[in-house]
């Protein structure tokens, strides 16, 4: 059975006109998993699936581009129709403080309970919302996870936000598909710490033998055209631009 991928948002750092910032669905075989859930997804999400038809949201790290529609989405599923079972997230254990801080303290047990926390274990491979999942840490400016996903004899690594890293080699070797941030590209003067470039995606999706890779989480205000030109000159192989509402089926 096919696994299809949906871009809910691919906006870098804050979501351009018309976007929204990081967040990816994942079906397969009857199961709905989101992975990251950023400023903006949320309306996206619910274009193709009901809060109550999600299996499990993994975060890869506590930055609002990345996990802040998780209060949205937990607020429906809250008041759903019928009483819904607390939603599965995995998440670095740090972030529950943080997804927890904007929440009353009159409110927030409530809140809590319409979560079923899994902490992330770095390195081991686990089965969560019905897909095995492996997270590692990258190198970014807080603690963030690098994912490889699998459905069936499928493969996917999500980077998340990092810098060149071990992590990032060792889960994304061999994988069918290659979801990897490239936030600036040829166009900025200086690469910041913590992040890709869109040449250094597509090297990295070269040296791991990646078959496809799908850059995400440009700049807003860099062309995202110069960054597919970019990684092209390091990959030969298949690569996509992330855009709102683009289904890949693998």
């Not at 590692?136 to 996870?145: F, I, K, L, N, R």
């Amino acid at each position: 059975m096919s696994l299809e991928i949906t871009v809910l948002g691919s906006s870098g750092g804050y979501a351009a006109s018309g976007r929204a910032c990081s967040g990816y669905l994942f079906r397969h075989d009857g199961k709905c998993l989101v992975v990251d859930i950023g400023a903006g997804t949320l309306s996206n999400l619910l274009r193709y699936v009901e809060v109550d038809e999600i299996d499990g949201v993994a975060i890869s790290h506590a930055h609002y581009d990345h996990y802040v529609d998780i209060h949205g989405l937990l607020t429906a599923r809250q008041y759903w129709v019928t009483p819904l079972p607390p939603l599965p997230v995995l998440l670095p254990s740090y972030a529950v403080e943080v997804i927890g801080s904007p929440i009353s303290q009159q409110t927030r047990e409530k809140f809590f309970s319409c979560m079923e926390i899994h902490e992330i274990a770095a390195g081991r491979r686990e089965d969560f919302a019905g897909f095995p999942v492996t997270a590692m840490p990258g190198d970014h400016a807080v603690e963030s996870y690098i994912m490889r996903i699998e459905a069936g004899d499928l493969k996917v690594c999500y980077s998340g936000d990092t810098d060149v890293c071990d992590s990032l080699f060792e889960l994304a070797r061999g994988v069918d598909f290659f979801i990897c941030e490239a936030t600036f590209t040829s166009q900025y003067p200086r690469k910041e710490g913590g992040h890709l470039s869109a040449s250094e995606a597509g090297e990295i999706a070269n040296k791991v033998g990646a078959k496809r890779l799908l850059l995400t989480h440009v700049w807003p205000t860099l062309d995202e055209e110069v960054a597919l030109a970019d990684a092209k000159k390091k990959f030969g192989g298949d690569v996509s631009l992330a855009k709102e509402g683009i289904v890949f089926e693998l």
